[in-house]
């Protein structure tokens, strides 16, 4: 039996994230999560685009929820991480890609389509300057720790233990991608959160795709602690009212913001004033498949 790798070094409590730095700087709790979770959403986005396996995109997601533990967002702009976790992301899981490839693709998703930054370009030049002189700054917030244990490890070993459906199994393994846009991997265990996937999955499957688990029973087989996976699914259920909300307010106000795009990059690397526009966009990743 897989078992879970000590973590306690990155684990903290519902109450530090109310003291995080950028609370201490004047964010809001709700309004840190946002930022955080439309960072990850460009993290998908782009390891989409780039074809990165999905153990890239959620390396650089728990990157980016450690580091803003250690600095605001105050002053680190959420996109700037969002692009130096991701790149760092690539080394550490041993899927490079160069920044020729790589920048061109973070500000197309960045500025939702409005800007490009082919090589040779300005544009280009100041991303490049903004991820490697960052990916210092990163490294020292992680204390060089790049080791990350995933949740998808232990869906794995636990779908195989109850023996869902194909479809079941295909929805717990993404919720885990948006289970990840929040800061749960600093509260919860990896095995939490993989079985809140699945308890999640349950909730909001149709009967033909749940059929064997209905009674609940099935969470003894895996070893669930309950409390926790109960409120790792109210959290996010919570969060997708709370993204819902902010993403009618985005909308309504899209043709006064659409004139905010910034017009020159972060002054340096730690300022908040990011290179892409500060309009607030709450992505929704897309479904997600399974590594090879």
């Known amino acids: 039996m897989l078992e879970q790798r000590e973590w306690t070094d990155w684990q903290f409590t519902r109450e530090d994230l109310r003291q995080t730095p950028s ?76 920044l020729d490839s790589f920048i061109p693709v973070i500000v197309y998703y960045a500025s939702k389509g409005n800007r ?31 080791v990350v244990d995933h949740p998808y490890v232990f869906l794995i070993e636990a779908l195989d233990k109850i023996r869902p459906t194909q479809q079941l199994s295909q929805m717990s393994w993404n919720f885990i991608a948006d289970f990840l846009r929040l800061p749960l991997c600093l509260v919860y265990s990896p095995k939490a959160i993989a079985i809140a996937a699945i308890s999640l999955a349950t909730k909001v499957a149709s009967t033909d795709m749940r059929r064997g688990l209905e009674d609940g029973s099935w969470m003894d087989r895996v070893g669930a602690d309950s409390d926790s996976v109960s409120e790792i699914v109210q959290w996010l259920l919570d969060f997708y009212t709370r993204e819902a909300q902010a993403r009618s307010v985005s909308h309504a106000g899209a043709d006064s913001a659409s004139n905010e795009v910034a017009q020159t990059p972060a002054s340096s690397p730690g300022s908040a004033t990011s290179p892409m526009s500060s309009v607030i966009v709450a992505h929704q990743p897309s479904p997600s498949s399974e590594p090879k």
């Not at 955080?36 to 780039?50: D, E, G, T, W």
């Not at 991303?127 to 490697?132: D, G, K, Q, T």
């Open 116 to 146: 490009k930054a082919p090589p040779g370009t300005s544009e280009f030049e100041k991303w490049r300057m903004v991820i490697l002189r960052t990916e210092v700054i990163l490294l020292e917030a992680l204390c060089f720790d790049m």
């Open 23 to 98: 609370v201490h700087c004047g964010w809001t709790v709700e309004r840190e999560e946002l930022d955080r979770a439309k960072a990850c959403s460009l993290i998908y986005s782009a390891s989409r685009k780039l074809q990165l396996p999905q153990i890239t995109s959620a390396s650089a997601c728990v990157y980016l929820h450690r580091f803003f533990m250690r600095h605001s967002l105050k002053e680190y702009h959420h996109y700037n991480i969002a692009a130096t976790c991701l790149f760092f992301a690539c080394k550490a899981e041993e899927t490079l890609r160069k």
